[in-house]
């Protein structure tokens, strides 16, 4: 006797998926909170300020050693590199005699920005950048592998034209490295201060982006994109106006963690 065949009923797993989503899927104040713990881990006073209004969330936190945090990446930013160490040696020294590869990172930083004025104005001496590496870099060098190697990539600015560098130099030149060590400033501080040098927000994010690439290296049967869930509820506060809660989360969402050209 032949069987017949029914179609299954089963539900597919990446709509199990999904409901699974929809079943911890955050809520706008949970989300807030997050964006919140971004802005002040990071140093956006200003910005958690007009964030906390608009959200409607209590903020019970000192200012002040966040606008310290802000004038010391403020200062790396703009290129004081000087400014910036001395800032952070009155906040506490230890923070780099504890930690001497970002202390030389700064220096190194603080090479290249004499550099960079020296390929700024043609014919100008190279005494002043040779004094400093000598005296400030060249003892902490053979201390470490990379740091050597640090320091002679960064003084082979001088061989090459500024026009015809190779992207490695290049790179040095580049204003994404002022910012890279002023994050790596920003945790030192944190750390030295007991609390968490990472907001818990990015945490998150690096935390889903690990687990959906392992599930798709498994092959698992889920969507082809997920939505990271900081939309919150739309029904929530729908009828308030939080555009800078949105534009913060909207930023967020795009993994796109400088948040600069947006606060200021």
Not at 172 to 194: S, Y
Not at 202 to 224: F, G, M, N
Not at 232 to 241: K, L, M, Q, V
Request: hydrophobic share 40%; net charge negative; proline share 6%.
């Amino acid at each position: 006797m032949q069987m017949s065949r029914t179609p299954s009923t089963a539900t597919p797993s990446w709509l199990l998926f999904e409901r699974k989503l929809e079943e911890v899927k955050p809520s706008r104040t949970d989300i807030n909170y997050l964006v919140m713990d971004y802005l002040l881990t990071n140093g956006y006073p200003a910005a958690a300020k007009k964030f906390a209004v608009e959200a409607n969330i209590q903020v019970r936190t000192d200012f002040e050693p966040i606008q310290e945090r802000v004038d010391i990446r403020t200062a790396i930013h703009s290129g004081d590199i000087q400014a910036a160490v001395e800032k952070i040696n009155e906040l506490n020294p230890q923070i780099l005699d504890e930690d001497p590869s970002l202390h030389f990172a700064l220096l190194r930083l603080q090479l290249v920005e004499l550099i960079r004025t020296c390929m700024d104005t043609p014919g100008s001496d190279i005494t002043p950048v040779l004094d400093f590496a000598t005296a400030e870099l060249a003892p902490r060098a053979p201390t470490k592998p990379q740091f050597l190697a640090d320091l002679e990539r960064t003084l082979a600015l001088l061989i090459f034209p500024s026009d015809k560098l190779a992207p490695s130099l290049a790179s040095l030149l580049d204003p994404a490295l002022r910012k890279e060590i002023a994050t790596q400033v920003n945790e030192a501080i944190l750390q030295n201060q007991g609390a968490r040098k990472e907001a818990r927000l990015r945490s998150l994010v690096k935390t889903r982006a690990y687990a959906e690439q392992k599930a798709r290296e498994a092959k698992r049967d889920i969507p082809d994109t997920l939505d990271i869930g900081l939309a919150g509820n739309a029904h929530e506060n729908s009828n308030r106006n939080d555009d800078l809660a949105t534009n913060i989360r909207d930023t967020l969402m795009s993994n796109n963690s400088d948040l600069d050209p947006m606060i200021g």
